[in-house]
């Protein structure tokens, strides 16, 4: 069973850091897109960032660029999300997915198939 977990979120003063984690069980996200979500509330849910597993490709929402950093570990199947810089327009639900990099662009909902339940972040 497929399972996408998220972790690391909490709250934080504006300008303090957090690093989010994405890890799989049950899959591994060779040669996957992963990307990470946000949506808070009233709001749609927005691409953030975005990893090709097995290249050094990322993608990363000209919101954060400069801010975030969006990393994996193949050894723990883990992809990561640095947040460094918070503001509290950052304050969201964040989400990690992953699904085929042919399935779409990176900042589409369709082109991934697997979703966590995400992760509470919040900046004051």
């Known amino acids: 069973h497929v399972q996408l977990v998220e972790s690391g979120g909490g709250s934080v003063q504006a300008g303090g850091s957090l690093r989010l984690?994405?890890?799989a069980s049950g899959y591994t996200f060779s040669s996957d897109r992963v990307g990470w979500f946000r949506q808070a509330p009233g709001k749609e849910r927005e691409g953030v960032a975005a990893i090709l597993i097995g290249g050094e490709v990322t993608s990363i929402a000209d919101s954060v660029k400069g801010r975030f950093t969006i990393s994996e570990d193949n050894a723990k199947n883990?992809?990561?999300l640095q947040m460094d810089?918070?503001?509290a327009e950052d304050t969201?639900?964040?989400y990690c997915a992953s699904g085929s990099p042919y399935g779409g662009g990176w900042r589409e909902e369709y082109a991934y198939s697997y979703w966590g339940r995400g992760t509470q972040v919040t900046v004051s």
Do not use: D, E, P
Request: glycine share 0%; with cysteine.
């Open 92 to 94: 969201a639900m964040y």
């Open 21 to 23: 984690s994405c890890a």
């Open 85 to 87: 810089s918070l503001k």
């Open 78 to 80: 883990t992809v990561y």
